[in-house]
């Protein structure tokens, strides 16, 4: 037995309209796909909402040149060990760097490692990406 579920869903014509020029514009295929991501994202953001576990990525970027920057970005990643998946480091320019954080863990967790990088002088931007753990 097929583990697709079918329904149906009425809308407004201009609404429908609108939703098929959109994901035309994002290359999908069919409706079905489109609405399929749209339903995983709301259950990835109510997860998220909740405190739930969830999966993402932190990007970061920061001067390295600031004192002791370095050196205080990794005492606070062995800090959130168990979040951590992998880092990776990437030199932008003479002056700036860029850290790839792949997390993994509850919400409440993820948003307390994101204020303490953001907190520290010379970090210029911090943003969290999240996704789901395929679950």
Partial sequence: MSKLYRFGVSLEKAL???FDNHIKTLQYNNRSEAIR???????IQKKWKEGGKVAGAIVMTYD???RDLASKIIDIQHHFHDLIISTQ????????????????GHSEEMEKLCSSLK????????DLSISGTGD
Wanted: hydrophobic fraction near 45%.
């Fill in 37 to 43: 991501d749209l339903i995983r994202n709301e259950l």
């Fill in 89 to 104: 480091h990437v030199h932008l320019d003479h002056d700036n760097c860029m850290e790839i954080i792949a997390v993994k």
């Fill in 16 to 18: 429908i309209d609108s």
């Fill in 119 to 126: 907190a520290l002088v010379g970090v210029n931007h911090v």
């Fill in 64 to 66: 390295h040149h600031k």
